[in-house]
């Protein structure tokens, strides 16, 4: 059969044979070439024979620190969220399909809507495009271990902050976000990158060095396209941020917020706010400002439209107007006024003035706020309990405008008070100097009279006017108030104590002070302006206010805001200066029968001291026109 | 005669049968191929482990080696057994049983990347160009060996492409360009070693290469052009072959000269498809310089065995099949390795034996196998 026409050429089962072998050697020089030429463990002779791979330095972002109570209970901490995105570059096409069918099962998402998202994805194909954020932990484990199946699919590991206890201190606790181009640019050499979260308000924003930590650095092998190919090893391990432990204890903040809350509901005026302070260190106790957000929105990837919400609320919920808000501080600037006419001994403690319905000045009739007067001559202390406006008009034309800015400016107002928060104004202490360059003329003498009520140019954050009281409640100390107690370092021992800072003095005699003390206590115990304010079985000191402010309306009237500030003493001596509870209630745009703050305050101080019996009046609350100081 | 050869009988009966086949066979080419799949059984453990697979899990890649690798053994040991006349005998019948295969494969295959490469048979994915590419052979060598064949003549040349030129079309329109190739260096392989003319062969190989732009233009739909230029410029797509391949690289420069062992697999990322088109790097990666070495080393040692059967066989059968599968067998290794180490184009070529796949190993088992029955089974006639 066959093997009779055999018919063999030997040269090619000889060149057979020799393309065999050359084969094999061949394969085998380019497998030693690339071995050894790739040199193992070293870099450097890698990257000069992988062409065009690099070796790059990358940030590691480290964990931020966490954001504490003075309790030790967590504000702010981070929590592990899952993300799903594919790499177009790793999915082939052919198999795109099928991929994004079995993605869409596993992740119930319509498997059209994740090829709607791939086709839009702008930008290289090795950019990955996010398919699902916040996945479920076992979904991602799915995923991986379906990861053969899906190729170019990843899961990737993204912390989270979140707020346990959101709207209660967000305007304390603020909130993260992505950063953007511009604050990039400023902190490249920082250390950022464009995936990297920045505080943007309240600690997390003043405290933002701290919380952030050190960046890690690692060496990754980067090819053309700039994708990791390999990495080769931490040059140096991201050191963890430090955790703020706030002066605050939730708690606390609790009573604030609750009080502020009650009040803003019941006078309907939506805006306030509450705050107290250690007078003898400047340690925030508690700040709560309404209307205020959930942080945790934020920390998720706020919507446009709710985004849009908070900036369109006209009363601004996204300010902590404890800080970044100033209003006309009203008589509670009368602390200014009067301890400025005693140091400067235009007034003698016992002297008297008399208390006409009006004090006519340029013309212009300037009438008590009740429109009668007294009937009888007070003492500046009396006339600082009645809040007399005919006797803080006398004190203000013997001491001048600059003088009583002086004062004004002794007490802290016109500048901030340096507290750790962000967005901090520092207000209006008007003055000769300030009128010439502010509004190109000097003050009229009835201008003048208006700032000794602090209205007119008057403007004072909440805090300041606070400030003012914890200082006449220290015996004249300007504390610079502050919301963070410590740092401590990852494993939870002290970093950092922040120090109570001292920024100066009133620079006010004892004397004065004390007088100030016994006449804010006049405020309290007189119940004409406070009614039943003093039966609180707690030394209570402070000063109430109204300040007008707005556009008239029909009657003539304008809207008002009211305040109240003053202190807690341990004892019912007034000498002493050993306060350690000073308060500020300010209610935007009240307009109720009564002192809407004084109201807010008696919530508060129930609240706060554990008070068996409400001293709130029913009806005061109501809208009415409450005209008392 | 029987299911034997003559010397079954004799006193020493279905002992001496034995013993006989076992003297005849080319040990040096059962030890190659025998280290070549402890080398896949190596392998899948080690995929098993990096792709995360329990190794005892029905769908894990270790399992379902061991028991390829089984069913391939016992391929090559019955083909090896059986008188490669019989399989001869059926050789037509089995081209067009192939043939009807590789059509329904066309009309209802479909594998996980969307082409018809598979065909689903008792639930099992077959790759029926995997089949095609020794069956075809088979058929070559039955038909360059026919009664009345001039080996260089006209008419044996042409014969041997009108052979190879069905299950070559059907194979490239799947398509699988690479088992394509390979057919046709099966056939070149035969041609060339069974003493074909010369001139002949160039002229089929300048037929081929006419007619090529012919079939482009009418017979290849558009979605199977772009899988084929794919193919020949990897660079048209440009995203996937490329990062593979670097990839590829960095694994075997990772490897060093003994490589990292079975140890650490667990924390290392998989390479792209690294149970089949890159297992070489990933094998280079676990066991360095020296099993990269020793893997073409057991490459190059069975294509020469082949090389040297079809040099000894006495007959044409056996000198087309040797060098058919010869041609097989150092194609698919030498495009397989050189492509992992960045000097071919990245195909889906497996690596004979140590790349994971059923229907490769078991095909190339019956092929092996039929050589060896061609050496064991000698004298008395067909």
């Known amino acids: 059969m066959s093997s009779t026409h055999i018919y063999k050429r030997p040269l090619r089962f000889l060149a057979a044979a020799i393309f065999t072998v050359l084969l094999s050697g061949l394969l085998s020089a380019r497998l030693v070439a690339v071995e050894v030429g790739g040199g193992g463990a070293s870099s450097r002779d890698f990257n000069t024979l992988a062409d065009g791979h690099r070796v790059i330095e990358e940030v590691i972002a480290p964990p931020r620190g966490l954001i504490l109570d003075r309790t030790g209970r967590v504000l702010a901490e981070n929590i592990a969220t899952y993300a799903v995105q594919i790499r177009p570059g790793d999915l082939p096409l052919t198999i795109r399909p099928q991929v994004v069918k079995t993605l869409g099962e596993i992740l119930q998402i319509d498997p059209v809507k994740i090829t709607m998202t791939l086709d839009r994805a702008t930008g290289s194909i090795w950019e990955p495009v996010r398919i699902a954020s916040v996945v479920d ?328 006017v606070m400030n003012s009281f914890a200082a006449l409640a220290n015996g004249g100390t300007l504390w610079q108030p502050h919301v963070v107690l410590e740092l401590r370092n990852p494993d939870g021992t002290l970093a950092q104590t922040i120090e109570p800072v001292e920024r100066g003095s009133v620079g006010m005699r004892a004397a004065t002070l004390a007088e100030m003390r016994r006449a804010a206590r006049l405020v309290v115990a007189n119940t004409l302006m406070t009614r039943n304010l003093g039966q609180i079985p707690l030394n209570l000191a402070g000063k109430t206010g109204t300040a007008e402010y707005g556009v008239r309306d029909k009657q003539g009237r304008l809207p008002y805001h009211n305040w109240i500030s003053g202190f807690v003493a341990p004892t019912d001596n007034w000498s002493k200066t050993d306060a350690d509870f000073a308060y500020v209630v300010f209610m935007h745009g009240s307009n109720t029968a009564a002192n809407a703050a004084i109201e807010v305050l008696k919530r508060y101080l129930q609240l706060q001291y554990d008070l068996k019996r409400d001293y709130r009046i029913p009806g005061s609350m109501s809208i009415g026109n409450y005209y008392g100081e | 005669m029987g299911l034997g050869s003559p010397i079954t009988s004799g006193p020493f009966g279905a002992a001496g049968w034995i013993g006989s086949i076992l003297r005849r066979m080319d040990w040096l080419s059962v030890a190659a191929i025998g280290l070549l799949m402890v080398c896949g059984l190596g392998m899948a453990w080690i995929n098993a482990r990096s792709y995360g697979q329990e190794l005892l899990d029905p769908s894990s890649i270790f399992l379902r080696s061991i028991i390829w690798i089984s069913l391939s053994v016992i391929t090559f ?252 067998i150092l194609f698919q290794g030498g495009v397989n390795i050189a492509m992992n180490l960045g000097i071919a184009p990245i195909t889906g070529i497996p690596l004979p034996f140590v790349s994971y796949g059923g229907a490769s190993a078991i095909s190339l088992a019956f092929g092996l196998g039929l050589v060896q029955s061609h050496r064991v089974h000698q004298g008395g006639g067909a």
């Open chain 2, 77 to 328: 040991t019955v083909v090896t057994a059986i008188n490669w006349r019989w399989i001869r005998t059926f050789a037509w019948p089995l081209y067009g049983a192939n043939l009807l295969l590789l059509i329904a494969t066309l009309i209802f295959g479909q594998d996980s990347g969307g082409n018809s490469r598979a065909i689903a048979v008792f639930g099992i994915a077959i790759q029926s160009s995997e089949i095609a590419k020794i069956l075809t052979l088979v058929a070559l060598a039955t038909v360059l060996t026919r009664e009345s064949a001039e080996a260089d003549t006209l008419s044996n040349t042409l014969l041997g492409g009108l052979v190879v030129a069905p299950p070559f079309i059907l194979v490239a329109i799947q398509p699988d360009a690479g088992t394509a190739l390979i057919i046709v260096a099966a056939l070149f392989g035969g041609l060339l070693l069974s003493g074909a003319a010369t001139r002949w062969i160039a002229g089929l190989a300048a037929f081929g290469v006419l007619v090529l732009p012919l079939a482009w233009t009418f017979l290849i739909a558009d979605y199977q052009k772009e899988r084929l230029i794919a193919f020949i410029d990897p660079n048209a797509d440009p995203a996937g072959p490329k990062y593979q391949l670097e990839q590829a690289l960095v694994a075997i420069r990772s490897g060093g000269l003994f490589g990292i062992g079975f140890d650490g697999t667990g924390g290392i990322n998989p390479l792209p498809v690294q149970e089949s088109d890159f297992v070489f790097a990933a094998l280079v990666r676990s066991f360095g310089l020296v099993g990269g070495l020793l893997v073409i080393g057991l490459i190059g040692l069975l294509v020469a065995r082949l090389i040297w059967h079809a040099w000894e066989s006495p007959d044409s059968f056996g000198t087309v099949l040797g060098g058919g599968l010869a041609a097989i």
């Open chain 1, 137 to 464: 932990e076992v979904v991602t484990r799915f995923i991986k271990e379906e990861s053969a199946a899906l190729p170019g699919v990843e899961v990737i590991f993204e912390p989270r902050r979140q707020y346990p206890y959101g709207e209660l201190i967000s305007n304390v606790v603020g909130y993260v976000g992505r950063i953007d181009a511009l604050e990039l640019s400023a902190l490249l050499s920082a250390g950022y990158n464009e995936l990297d979260y920045i505080g943007r308000a309240g600690v997390e924003q003043s405290y933002e060095e701290a919380l952030r930590g050190e960046p890690g650095v690692r060496q990754v092998e980067i090819d053309v396209q700039g994708r990791i190919v390999r990495e080769l090893g931490v040059t140096k391990s991201p050191i963890a941020g430090k955790s703020v432990v706030l002066t605050i204890n939730v708690d606390a903040q609790q009573r604030a917020y609750d009080a502020l809350a009650w009040g803003v509901k019941a006078a309907g005026n939506k805006e306030g706010v509450v705050t107290s302070v250690n007078p003898q260190n400047g340690e925030i106790i508690a700040m709560a400002s309404l209307p205020t957000y959930d942080n945790n929105l934020f920390a998720s990837g706020i919507t446009t439209a709710q985004y849009q919400k908070y900036l369109n609320n006209k009363n601004a919920p996204l300010l902590n107007h404890a800080v970044g808000s100033h209003f006309p501080p009203g008589s509670t600037y009368k602390l200014v006024t009067y301890s400025c006419a005693l140091e400067n001994r235009v007034i003698g403690v016992d002297e008297t003035l008399a208390t006409p319905a009006y004090l006519e000045v340029g013309g212009q009739k300037f009438y008590e706020w009740n429109r009668a007067g007294f009937g009888r001559r007070l003492t500046p202390a009396q006339g600082f309990s009645y809040s007399s406006a005919v006797v803080t008009y006398q004190l203000a034309q013997r001491l001048k405008i600059d003088r009583l800015a002086a004062c004004g400016r002794a007490w802290g107002f016109g500048e901030p008070t340096g507290i750790d928060l962000p967005t901090e104004i520092g207000g209006v202490v008007p003055d000769q100097d300030w009128a010439r360059t502010t509004i190109s003329r000097t003050l009229y003498d009835g201008e003048v009279l208006q700032s000794a009520l602090g209205q007119g140019y008057d403007l004072a954050t909440p805090l300041q």
